[in-house]
């Protein structure tokens, strides 16, 4: 019984810790937009972005799109 004493302060404590971050992560928008980050997993992105193709250009790797654009494709 000593021990409840102790435990229900600090659990409330907790709870009220716990409330603040929630609250604080609705207001500074954290749930606003639930959908882009599940739909970004799945799609991927049909261009690569550009410090894709800068690595690519300095590895002297070649991909399609770059031997479209030259002319020189099949």
């Keep these: ?6 435990l229900v302060p600090i659990a409330l ?6 409330l603040k971050v929630f609250f604080w992560a609705i207001k500074s928008g954290q749930y606003d ?9 799945l799609f991927d992105d049909d261009e690569p972005d550009e410090a894709q ?15 479209q654009t030259d002319g020189k494709g099949s």
């Design 1 to 6: 019984m000593e021990s409840l004493f102790l």
């Design 13 to 18: 404590i907790f709870v009220a810790i716990a």
């Design 33 to 41: 937009n639930l959908d882009t980050e599940a739909h970004r997993i």
């Design 53 to 67: 193709r800068t690595a690519q250009k300095t590895s002297g790797r070649r991909t399609e799109s770059d031997d």
